[in-house]
């Protein structure tokens, strides 16, 4: 598991709401709110460009220092909005924590290593779950959790959440012990279905067509004679 450094958003209160939003962001603003523990909603306005790159990468467990006028509030990401055309942020929710107290949030699966059954026996990898919801303390949420596919020897074997190791007096795992992260199943056996396939397009049943290319061979010679 990975943890994240800390990470500084600097931000300021923000008076202007509804259309006039627009104005900032052609500013060069992104609008936002920061709400959560210990303090009121607060509409907020963060540099656009800057911001974007910070949470580029960001992921609901990623843990940020949102500082409005020299006070500083430890939030979660809980909502971004996109404008997919232009592939630019619209607005961003922050959630404030508790330090000192533990919250839910999804943390994602990366897959490391290489699958003998896939590597071997041409077994196909197939990804249930992509991210475990935990509960932790804020500074104890991992930016993300590795699961080692290399356990995946046979065609069959699976990697359940049950199969996950933590450190139990820090992060307890939330989902469903028996949910699937990974499975080595076989593959659809492509040339049997090809030549299935092949037989009904022609028409023709076993065993006809050498019939047919020996009496034309048979008929031709005939002719020539």
Do not use: C
């Amino acid at each position: 598991m990975e943890k994240m450094e800390k990470i500084v958003i600097n931000a300021a209160k923000r008076d202007v709401i509804g259309k006039q939003v627009r104005a900032l962001r052609r500013a060069g603003k992104l609008p936002g709110v920061l709400y959560g523990h210990g303090i009121e909603s607060m509409p907020i306005m963060l540099d656009l460009r800057e911001t974007s790159r910070t949470l580029e990468n960001a992921t609901s467990s990623s843990l940020f220092t949102v500082k409005v006028d020299g006070k500083e509030y430890p939030a979660l990401v809980r909502e971004k909005q996109w404008d997919f055309i232009r592939r630019t942020l619209l607005h961003v929710d922050f959630q404030v924590v508790s330090m000192t107290e533990k919250i839910a949030a999804k943390v994602r699966i990366e897959l490391v290593g290489e699958s003998l059954a896939v590597k071997e026996y041409g077994a196909v990898l197939v990804t249930g779950l992509t991210e475990l919801e935990v509960e932790a303390l804020p500074t104890d949420l991992p930016e993300r959790i590795t699961v080692d596919i290399s356990g995946l020897v046979e065609v069959g074997d699976g990697i359940h959440v049950s199969d996950m190791v933590v450190d139990s007096a820090k992060i307890k795992i939330l989902d469903d012990p028996s949910t699937m992260i990974a499975f080595a199943t076989a593959a659809a056996k492509e040339e049997e279905e090809e030549v299935v396939a092949e037989e009904l397009l022609e028409g023709e049943v076993e065993g006809e067509e050498p019939e047919v290319i020996e009496r034309g061979k048979a008929e031709e010679e005939g002719g020539e004679e």
